[in-house]
C-alpha cells in the first residue's frame, strides 16, 4: 500500500488531499474521508461526500480527470456507483 498528496496541476503536493493506491486499487481521500474508489476501472464515489466542497471537488476531478458534469452524468447513467464509503 503507498500513500501519496495529490498534486495540483502546477505541480505541487497538495496537503490533506491524498491517494492511496493497493494493488489495482486507488482511493482518493480528502482530508479523512473516502470520497472516490477506483478499483480497476470501476468507479464508487461516497454518496455523503463526493461534492462536499468546492476543495474536495477541485481534487476529484483531478483525480478522476474529468469535470463535475461528467461524474454527475456517469452517476446519472449508472456507470458511476454511489456507496457510503466511510460508513
Not at 502546477?10 to 490533506?16: D, K, T
Not at 461516497?46 to 463535475?68: A, H, I, M, P
Amino acid at each position: 500500500m503507498k500513500i501519496q498528496n495529490i498534486y495540483s496541476t502546477a505541480g505541487n503536493p497538495v496537503a490533506n488531499q491524498f491517494v492511496i493506491t493497493d494493488g489495482t486499487r486507488r482511493v482518493f481521500q480528502s482530508y479523512g474521508s473516502i470520497i472516490c474508489i477506483n478499483d480497476n476501472g470501476e468507479i464508487t464515489l461516497d454518496v455523503n461526500f463526493w461534492d462536499y466542497s468546492k476543495t474536495t471537488g477541485k481534487y476529484r476531478n483531478l483525480f478522476l480527470c474529468e469535470t463535475k458534469k461528467d461524474t454527475e452524468r456517469k452517476i446519472k447513467n449508472g456507470i458511476y456507483k454511489l456507496a457510503n464509503l466511510n460508513g
